[in-house]
């Protein structure tokens, strides 16, 4: 859960990788690093904190030419994140220098033996480790730095995204995958690395993706070659042409990514059913559903794995599956499934969900499912990604990059995907009548201008969150359809504006939380008209005579619980099972509001990262 980036080539490469790290610093954000080597010299800069901290001392302690570099932005997993273990890490000749992006697991017992050795240690991490290893290797098997690296890793376990240069070939650098992402850019005589293709977007439409266990020797100026880490055998590096533009990671006028990924959601759900839905026809296209049709006739059940907001676009599937289509759907947090011997069988149809489709407890749980023979299917949004490649099929959402780490423009598009699926097993099943999925598909047409409604309302809820930004404790309430909605609101409050909030189903207040309601406690309660309306009515009567502070999402033109909230946010009229997609909008805007109001970092919230590919 780091960021890699490095250059070889004709340009200065220290521009390339500072802005390059910022364009991953939503990878993790403790601290940076870069090396540059330059006329004989490997130079480090390291610090803790953000890449602008970096950019501010690079300069006073060290030479910035070179072109020749390695950049990391980390989120700690082993050692604080202070100075001595921000990457790059040398090894102890100072011939070697890497980044890294993973976990080595069995550092402690490697690095005993090389302590055993004569090699002393000058920072916490499993990656100075592992540049020891490869420089004792190199030297005890007088071996080329590739080869070195492919023995050493040979002996590790664990996940790893590597790039590592030796100071005494200066025209090679040499990387390494297994679990963690690696991209190298193609431009012409120079080669870019990087976690994902955004820091050589200007340079280079042409990339290849390292698959798990391919390690690379890139050398100046000349072709990359590919070998399997484990045997050594060579691979052929397939040149991609890269999708991504510019602008789709960069703010555009917008004061974060957060509030410009919101404004997104009509276009980014728009392409998400384009080309796959045809309301005209009454038809749901699905490429990866359709080749794989047998599969889900005959699924005894639905499992859903993910975690996060993605578990939540999960839950509100769970209702979309079992309503529309009548098939039995199990929700599981990921990092639980994988761990508890859970029954799965060849009859199971497992659907991941995840927007970075780098997740490790989803990758793990994916694999765990297929390992028992289930079929699954992948919702993501990176394209090529390890749960994309890693799934027997699956569908992207077409959501473009998101950078702020919490997530807003995934958790629509992830819905809208579920959605399609379920009316299209829906009626192979027979479950749907025609005239009901012919106006789901209208109505699916029909939501991004409700959105746009919907985001109109901006003004008001940023009024809202000025009555409410310095409250302690939120409890945010739904049924049905919007109780994971709920479940989300709460996330996203907590996650980027560091006030404590639950998610409550609405009904279920009584039992406990109604407890906690006074005149100070801030109570947000989706209440759509076709939600069991009459029932969160009455829980939002309970909430008043206990004197709490009732904000209500409500359908346009509701006047009975206007009356009783002390403030509402309309939305267009839609089917219940839409709703989701329009009620979650105020309440990503009123977190958005909130934190700005607080002074957080919206999109780097404090302790996350928006990829968590530790366990
Ligand atoms: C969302 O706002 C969070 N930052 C987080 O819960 C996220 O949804 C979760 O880590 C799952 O990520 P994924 O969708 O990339 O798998």
Redesign the pocket.
């Known amino acids: 859960m780091c960021g890699i980036v490095g250059y070889i080539g004709n340009r200065n490469a220290y521009p390339i990788i500072i802005k390059g790290l910022q364009r991953l610093e939503y990878r993790g954000y403790d601290s940076a690093g870069v090396a540059l080597y330059d006329d004989g010299n490997i130079n480090v800069s390291r610090t803790p904190g953000k890449v602008d901290d970096l950019r501010a001392i690079a300069a006073s302690e060290m030479t910035l030419d070179g072109t020749l570099g390695i950049g990391h932005t980390r989120w700690a997993t082993h050692g604080e994140p202070n100075k001595r273990n921000a990457h790059p890490h040398l090894s102890n000749s100072g011939d070697l220098v890497i980044i890294h992006n993973g976990i080595i697991e069995n550092y402690e017992s490697i690095k005993k033996e090389l302590i055993q050795r004569g090699y002393v240690f000058h920072s916490d991490t499993d990656t100075e480790v592992l540049v020891n290893l490869i420089e004792e290797v190199k030297k005890k098997e007088n071996v080329k730095l590739g080869k070195a690296v492919q023995i050493a890793l040979n002996q590790v376990i664990g996940a790893y995204a590597i790039a590592v240069f030796d100071r005494t070939k200066p025209d090679e650098i040499v990387v390494a995958k297994l679990g963690s992402p690696l991209a190298i850019g193609i431009g012409e005589d120079e080669f870019f690395i990087a976690s994902d293709a955004s820091p050589f977007i200007e340079y280079t439409n042409n990339a290849v993706y390292l698959e798990d266990e391919e390690m690379a020797i890139i050398r100046r100026g000349k072709e990359i070659k590919l070998r399997k880490i484990k045997d050594d055998r060579v691979a052929y590096p397939m040149v991609q042409e890269l999708q991504l533009n510019l602008e789709a990671i960069e703010k555009n006028g917008f004061e974060h990514f957060m509030l410009k990924e919101i404004y997104e959601q009509p276009h980014a759900i728009r392409d998400t059913f384009r080309g796959r839905l045809r309301a005209d026809q009454g038809l749901v296209k699905m490429a990866g559903v359709d080749q794989h049709l047998e599969r889900f006739r005959n699924a005894n059940r639905i499992i859903i794995v993910?975690?996060?907001?993605?578990?939540h676009a999960g839950l509100v599937a769970e209702y979309i599956f079992e309503d529309l289509a009548r098939i039995p759907v199990e929700v599981e947090y990921a990092s639980e499934f994988r761990y508890r011997n859970p029954v799965i069988t060849d009859k199971d149809v497992v659907i991941a969900?995840?927007?970075?489709?780098?997740?490790a407890d989803?990758l793990a749980a994916i694999k765990l499912a297929k390992s028992h023979g289930a079929f699954v299917f992948g919702v993501c949004?990176?394209v090529g990604s390890s749960?994309a490649r890693e799934t027997d099929a699956g569908a992207y959402t077409h959501a473009g990059p998101e950078i702020g780490?919490?997530?807003?423009k995934?958790?629509t598009t992830q819905i809208t995907v579920l959605t399609l699926l379920a009316l299209k097993l829906a009626k192979e099943a027979g479950t749907i009548s025609e005239s009901h999925f012919r106006n789901m598909l209208t109505e699916i047409e029909a939501i991004p201008g409700k959105v746009e409604r919907v985001l109109e309302s901006n003004p008001e809820v940023e009024h809202i969150a000025r009555a409410y930004k310095d409250s302690t404790n939120c409890l945010y309430l739904g049924r049905g359809y919007n109780f994971p909605v709920a479940l989300e609101g709460a996330?996203?409050l907590k996650?980027i504006s560091y006030i404590h909030a639950e998610g409550y189903p609405a009904a279920e207040m009584k039992h406990g939380p109604i407890a906690l309601i006074d005149e100070h406690m801030p109570v947000f309660v989706i209440a759509t008209r076709k939600g069991h309306y009459e029932k969160v009515v009455s829980n939002i009567q309970e909430i008043k005579s206990r004197k709490g502070k009732i904000i209500a999402v409500v359908t346009e033109g509701d006047e009975q619980v206007r009356e009783l909230a002390d403030h509402v946010v309309e939305i267009p009229e839609t089917s219940e099972c839409l709703s989701p997609l329009l009620t979650t909008i105020p309440l990503q805007l009123l977190s958005y509001h909130i934190a700005v109001m607080r002074g957080c970092n919206v999109d780097q919230p404090r302790n996350?990262a928006?990829?968590?590919t530790v366990e």
């Not at 969900?353 to 997740?359: A, H, L, N, R, V």
């Not at 780490?405 to 807003?408: G, K, L, M, N, R």
């Open positions: 993910a975690c996060g907001t993605s578990w969900i995840s927007q970075s489709g780098e997740t989803t949004n990176v749960i780490v919490a997530s807003t995934a958790f996330l996203k996650e996350l928006k990829s968590v």
